[in-house]
């Protein structure tokens, strides 16, 4: 065979190589990911006294404590959550961070 038909072949085959693939739909893309945006963090303060929980709604906590505050209410009762229990708080025993 002679160099220069070889060459028209491979360009022929190519070229419909070209045309199948052309003709072929793309493929769909990935559904995208759906990602839930994250909770804002919650603000933290460190208890300056001891408190002992007076009612099943409170918490109680030790001076040093973090606590992550939940809520804060101007009649001074704040809502926090401290080694996986969630309660009140007074807002006054304890420094934000």
Same mark, same amino acid.
Request: aromatic share 6%.
């Given at each position: 065979?002679?160099?220069?038909?070889?060459?028209?072949?491979?360009?022929?085959?190519?070229?419909?190589?070209?045309?199948?693939?052309?003709?072929? !739909?793309? $493929?769909? @893309?990935? #559904? +995208?990911? &759906?990602?839930? !945006?994250? $909770?804002? @963090?919650? #603000? +933290?303060? &460190?208890?300056?006294?001891?408190?002992? @929980?007076?009612?099943?709604?409170?918490?109680?906590?030790?001076?040093?404590?973090?606590?992550?505050?939940?809520?804060?209410?101007?009649?001074?009762?704040?809502?926090?959550?401290?080694?996986?229990?969630?309660?009140?708080?007074?807002?006054?025993?304890?420094?934000?961070?």
């Amino acid at each position: 065979m002679c160099p220069i038909s070889s060459r028209v072949k491979r360009a022929s085959l190519r070229k419909s190589q070209l045309q199948k693939l052309s003709m072929q !739909p793309a $493929p769909r @893309a990935p #559904a +995208k990911p &759906r990602i839930e !945006p994250k $909770p804002p @963090a919650l #603000a +933290k303060a &460190r208890a300056l006294y001891v408190y002992e @929980a007076q009612d099943t709604d409170e918490l109680s906590m030790n001076a040093g404590d973090v606590i992550e505050i939940i809520s804060e209410d101007p009649s001074g009762w704040w809502q926090g959550r401290l080694r996986g229990k969630q309660g009140l708080l007074p807002g006054n025993y304890v420094q934000k961070l």
